[in-house]
């Protein structure tokens, strides 16, 4: 690999500057054209310091994470990759981040996946081999041993960042914090909430955290995002396990009624009032925006709640990847 | 499972040198073992005889149960009610296992972070797998 790009490692230095960090998520291309994912990298590029592209959320298939993130790289965005352990094997696990790493991705959220029961193909054979702890062991000593799992040598290591999600608002609430710093026991660099609605839980939790020391251990960015319509908010508060939409939420996206432009602009009123209530809380290195497929929103998320990337975007039109474009915009 | 080796008593560290050096021995001893400890484990803790107990790490709750067959904690998914996301009428094995875990005097113990499942020993005994460390034939079965 030549000189590495500036982009290249912008998330470590966006966490290492100790200014708030921005990461936002960008869903992976759902059908064969790269202008699509071009065109979504272009709404967020200048708002963040490193875009997540997720692995079959909620088990619907998309294509892969990591040519959806090898694209933003070619945008001159650092992309962080989730791999989730419900698709591969740790074979499949291992050869997929060094794989994602030789097209010039570090950072890798480390996660146990959707079970495909939530999916549209339920009935696909579940792998699970390893958990996601497990894999953020496998990461780091894929990065930092220069090993892979069986012990045989990788030359040269990869260059990995792993991370780890957490979340706060699913049962057993003591344990959550705990988990966090067992993650972290493992090699988590870097900490991703899943999204916050209810406050008071996330400050009870970051609470406990800050008492077990894990804050200073590791960077945390609250997962935060806007709600589109009530319907939205009821899906995630009834069909999505583990997430907690207290009802006055609901009740206020009802109040402002069905005309579309009344209701965005309530879910994005909503969503920097909390950010403004988690910019209060101490111990937190960022924010994490998940705009499920409204990544316009993030632009107005973040002037109007004053959120701005920790680094300095890149020049435009440079690309991160140290692989030259086949496919040019 | 190497700490598990160290820390055996002298009588039982030696019943496992001799299966050792005996693996053919040792693989028909465990494969006869193996029934009565699934029988006693399935009936007392819902075991999955996956040859690598951590029982006593997760609050005796077998985690095996766990449709994501997670051994270092709860997924995200967990139900407000504590149940299963994947099976609704099933309790989380790590909500219980959390809880159970309050009233070990070793309850730090589900901190620790475990290492990969070996897929092999499925269906072994994990007691004597404690003792020997696995024991495997040329074609790697227990």
């Given at each position: 690999m030549s000189?590495?790009?500036?982009?290249?490692?912008?998330?470590?230095?966006?966490?290492?500057?100790?200014r708030p960090v921005v990461t936002c998520e960008v869903r992976?291309?759902?059908?064969?054209?790269?202008?699509?994912?071009?065109?979504?990298?272009?709404?967020?590029?200048?708002?963040?310091?490193?875009?997540?592209?997720?692995?079959?959320?909620?088990?619907?298939?998309?294509?892969s994470p990591w040519a959806s993130c090898a694209i933003l790289a070619q945008e001159g965005i650092d992309p962080i990759v989730h791999m989730t352990c419900r698709d591969r094997n740790r074979m499949a696990l291992q050869s997929d981040l060094l794989g994602a790493n030789l097209l010039g991705i570090r950072n890798v959220l480390c996660l146990t996946?959707?079970?495909?029961?939530?999916?549209?193909?339920?009935?696909?054979?579940?792998?699970?081999?390893?958990?996601?702890?497990?894999?953020?062991?496998i990461a780091t000593k894929l990065a930092r041993e220069g090993k892979y799992l069986s012990g045989r040598e990788v030359k040269p290591p990869p260059n990995l960042f792993p991370g780890a999600a957490a979340n706060p608002f699913a049962p057993p609430y003591e344990y959550r914090p705990l988990r966090?710093?067992?993650?972290?026991?493992?090699?988590?660099?870097?900490?991703?909430?899943?999204?916050?609605?209810?406050?008071?839980?996330?400050?009870?939790?970051?609470?406990?955290?800050?008492?077990?020391?894990?804050?200073?251990r590791v960077p945390i960015l609250a997962g935060v995002a806007p709600i589109r319509s009530v319907k939205a908010a009821q899906f995630m508060r009834d069909q999505v396990p583990g997430m907690e939409v207290p009802d006055p939420l609901i009740r206020r996206m009802a109040a402002a009624g069905d005309a579309k432009a009344r209701r965005e602009e309530?879910?994005?009123?909503?969503?920097?009032?909390i950010i403004e209530r988690l910019k209060k809380i101490p111990g937190l290195a960022g924010f994490h925006l998940m705009p499920i497929e409204w990544e316009s929103a993030v632009a107005e998320i973040c002037r109007q709640s004053g959120l701005r990337p920790a680094t300095s975007p890149p020049a435009a039109g440079s690309s991160a990847s140290p692989v030259s474009p086949l496919l040019n915009p | 499972m190497t700490t598990a080796l160290e820390n055996l008593p002298p009588a039982i560290a030696w019943f496992g040198r001799l299966l050792r050096r005996y693996p053919r021995a040792g693989r028909q001893l465990n494969r006869a073992a193996a029934p009565f400890e699934n029988l006693t484990k399935v009936l007392m803790f819902g075991c999955n005889m996956c040859g690598q107990c951590i029982l006593h790490e997760t609050g005796m709750t077998c985690p095996m149960n766990c449709p994501k067959t997670l051994r270092?904690?709860?997924?995200?998914?967990?139900?407000?009610n504590g149940h299963c996301e994947v099976k609704p009428e099933m309790m989380c094995v790590w909500v219980k296992a959390e809880r159970r875990s309050?009233?070990?005097?070793?309850?730090?113990?589900?901190?620790?972070?475990?290492?990969?499942?070996?897929?092999?020993?499925?269906?072994?005994?994990?007691?004597?797998?404690?003792?020997?460390g696995p024991l495997l034939d040329e074609r790697g079965r227990p």
């Open positions: 000189a590495p790009h500036p982009a290249y490692g912008r998330f470590e230095q966006a966490l290492r500057s100790g992976s291309a759902d059908g064969a054209d790269p202008a699509a994912v071009r065109k979504r990298a272009r709404l967020v590029r200048d708002w963040v310091d490193a875009v997540n592209v997720p692995d079959n959320t909620g088990g619907v298939v998309h294509a996946g959707d079970h495909m029961i939530h999916g549209d193909q339920p009935e696909t054979k579940p792998v699970y081999d390893v958990d996601s702890i497990q894999l953020v062991a966090v710093g067992k993650k972290v026991d493992a090699g988590a660099r870097f900490i991703q909430t899943q999204i916050v609605y209810n406050v008071d839980r996330f400050e009870e939790f970051m609470a406990r955290v800050r008492d077990l020391g894990i804050d200073r309530e879910g994005i009123r909503i969503c920097v009032e | 270092d904690g709860p997924c995200g998914g967990v139900r407000m309050r009233w070990l005097p070793w309850r730090e113990e589900i901190l620790r972070v475990q290492e990969p499942l070996d897929w092999r020993l499925k269906g072994s005994s994990a007691i004597l797998n404690m003792f020997s």
